[in-house]
């Protein structure tokens, strides 16, 4: 699977890569991995993601257009 939406919002806020590896503890390679779908997310890296980006986990996996989740 490729993670459009996590390097959509990461160009969105201009942060690097490098960044959000710092950010997940992961190299920048690793990171430039999920983006391109070369590595799979692990359910800890994509909750800390949809975190940072305060995004719901449905959005970043395509499962919703909708960014936030409705308590």
């Known amino acids: 699977m490729i ?3 996590i390097r ?3 160009e ?3 942060i690097r890569q490098q ?3 710092d950010y997940l503890g992961v190299t920048q390679r690793s990171y430039s991995r999920y983006e391109c779908g070369e ?3 692990t359910p800890e890296v994509l909750c800390k993601i949809a975190d940072f980006h305060q995004v719901s ?3 970043l996996l395509n499962r919703t257009d909708q960014k936030k989740i409705n308590y």
């Open 39 to 41: 590595r799979t997310l």
């Open 57 to 59: 986990v449905d959005y």
């Open 3 to 5: 993670y459009h939406r």
């Open 12 to 14: 969105d806020k201009d």
């Open 8 to 10: 959509d919002l990461r």
């Open 19 to 21: 960044d959000m590896a």
